[in-house]
């Protein structure tokens, strides 16, 4: 079944405004608005490969090497810059099991559950 898969990036006026927006603000970023229907698979195939593209042109690539990191024990509870209790990652992250004991006395020693754990 055919998808709609959308991509933006960046805000800026669209219409005619925009002419006027590039006139005023030379060399800004602007807003990119991707659409491609196909089948899943090849909609994403195709952005993905146009994301790439654009990057490589317009000297956006970061020519780093990839380095991924996997991090375990990841606490679920941090304090904030007024002391409260906050999320550390993301508040639908579930405690690993044995931590949940852990909520009333010292929440902040809580792990995130990984699928590892």
């Not at 509870?77 to 009333?104: C, Q, S, Y």
Request: glycine share 6%; proline share 7%.
């Amino acid at each position: 079944m055919p998808t709609l898969v959308a991509v933006a990036d960046r805000e800026v006026p669209l219409g005619r405004g925009a002419r006027r927006h590039h006139r005023t603000h030379p060399g800004a970023i602007g807003f990119a608005a991707l659409l491609c229907a196909d089948e899943f698979a090849k909609a994403h195939a195709i952005l993905g490969r146009l994301r790439t593209d654009l990057g490589r042109q317009l000297g956006r690539v970061d020519s780093r090497a990839w380095a991924p990191l996997f991090v375990l024990n990841f606490p679920v509870f941090e304090r904030d810059e007024h002391g409260k209790l906050t999320f550390m990652h993301m508040p639908f992250v579930a405690p690993v099991e044995e931590d949940i004991a852990l909520f009333d006395s010292d929440p902040e020693r809580m792990r995130a559950r990984t699928t590892t754990s």
